[in-house]
């Protein structure tokens, strides 16, 4: 679907979004549906059934109970409910499933990972031409184990961007957590706003 937005011919995209371990909090509920009023489709499963987690720590407890392997599978089922025309994101815990797709699944328009970036090996190659937009703090201390990946790719891909925030928090764009930080979280929207608008 095309909008004239500020004189602007924009493409509107489907996104397939991952929540984080900390389930889906309303902070990743309102992150897509910001999405949605800037004009794209936003679906965002559920893959803890409900359960959202005061802490990561918590979050982690309760994916290892389940299986970190079954709710890969249950995040790569919930695509198969949708086309293949989508922009893959998650969120830390969800980039592992937004990435793997993305890699994977024929199809996809792009893939938006924030506060995670496994290698591009972990799935095989970066598909050629697949555009990626990377998110995540210089202090954060789980985004500091991913960094060595995220440069690797964005190094390697001429449509691959990075962008790496001052401060340490992790899930820093969820409104609904502490971590939150406004403003680096308003400057990811606006960067991911511009990515998923301008894709071909």
């Not at 994101?89 to 024929?106: M, Y």
């Amino acid at each position: 679907m095309w909008i004239i937005a500020s004189r602007k011919l924009l493409l509107m995209t489907d996104v397939l979004l991952y929540h984080h371990i900390q389930g889906l909090t309303d902070g990743v509920r309102a992150f897509a549906d910001e999405l949605r009023e800037a004009g794209h489709t936003v679906h965002s499963p559920d893959l803890f059934e409900g359960r959202t987690f005061p802490s990561i720590e918590d979050g982690f407890a309760y994916a290892k109970e389940v299986g970190f392997e079954e709710l890969g599978e249950r995040g790569v089922a919930a695509a198969q409910e949708y086309g293949t025309d989508l922009v893959y994101a998650g969120f830390s815990f969800g980039v592992a499933i937004a990435q793997q797709l993305a890699q994977t699944r024929s199809g996809a328009r792009g893939a938006l990972f924030m506060y995670s970036c496994l290698p591009a090996s972990e799935f095989g190659a970066w598909p050629a031409g697949l555009p990626v937009q990377i998110h995540g703090k210089e202090g954060d201390e789980y985004f500091d184990e991913d960094l060595p990946a995220a440069r690797e790719l964005t190094e390697s891909e001429s449509n691959a961007e990075l962008f790496v925030y001052p401060g340490d928090q992790h899930l820093f764009a969820d409104s609904s957590l502490d971590a939150y930080d406004p403003q680096a979280a308003a400057l990811l929207m606006e960067r991911a706003k511009a990515f998923l608008g301008g894709l071909d």
